[in-house]
């Protein structure tokens, strides 16, 4: 791995897909520049941001030379190449699990929830934003809970912290800001609880990032 | 990798996501016990079903004892274990390349235009399917365009087949069903091309699935 240059991380502070690479990041014990693109201005819409992430998203993270985008991407990428505290199992059919889970919250979730698709669905179908994002998360979470089942420990997968938990702990507090009750979901409960509870993931947190809201 | 038993893939023939897993079947050359799930019976939702795939969605992949879900994690773990013909590069930063790539599709959007999010924007919103599916479609087009100036050969990445290519295949299909035209897209064209080429790609297509419409 090479370390020329400090990472730089393009984030929003309440970005679920943005505080996932932080949960790595700071997993991984990565020192890294923090850099807030504040997404209502729309400065990930600006043609120079465009040029790191053609998608026009949060997060890009700029490390050994490039921009990386799409959060999977970047975390699979900060595992591989940081081996410190593996973030996926070593048996197979328990890293597949743990990819089944955070493609649960990934492409399942988090993508009706975006800011760009609740304005659609808003603004310009004049539907209940609210409505919509809890018939996609509820599905999501009752799926995740399942599979918990067979797979939860003290954390999403056995007592490892991997990816997944990466993932829930930001999905979670999204869906509290829907009014989501998690009462159905006591597994995700009590990983979460877990997970919060360490000062990794305490760092990580919208709250403490250099571009939130001070109010 | 053991090999008891033959895997045995629950798929449905027009399914993107069923698509890129039997394109990584084919090119691993793994062989197969085909079982079709029909979506518009609702055989996806029954609760047998759902014990095997709690989304309630194809594919699944029965494989080693267990049962697999979310085709990105299918697809890695495949090529996790089946050492043939790698579907990620060797090198870090082309393999970020890669997912990336897959998540565009995976993440920003297959998860458009599936069926559940279709149905819930033209039967209960009475907005138009084509218009909502376009307008998603092409966001992901002209990203995916953008990656392949830096990173397409013959193929999405350089000249070896990966994942990111099992996935924009179908995903391209999926595009014309909406009448998107790709006009603007050229090396998705040019590398779209060359893969429909290929014999492994032939046998994964819809049309020559057990479950396909005769019509």
Known sequence: MSTQAKPILYSYWRSTASWRVRNVLSLKNVDYEYRGIDLFKEE???DSYKLLNPMGRVPT???DGVALAESVAIMEYL????KYRPL???DPLKRASTRQLVEIINSAMQPMQNIAVLDKIGNEYKQSRK???SFWLHKGLAAYEQILKQTAGKYSVGDQITLADACIVPQVAACSRFDISLERYLLIQRVVG???ELEEFKRARPEAQPDADKI
Chains 1, 2 share one sequence.
Request: aromatic content about 10%.
């Open 194 to 196: 877990n997970l919060n």
């Open 88 to 90: 996926l199992p070593s």
């Open 79 to 82: 595992d591989e190449t940081y």
């Open 61 to 63: 993270l700029i490390i």
């Open 44 to 46: 990930h819409k600006n």
């Open 131 to 133: 409505e919509w994002a």
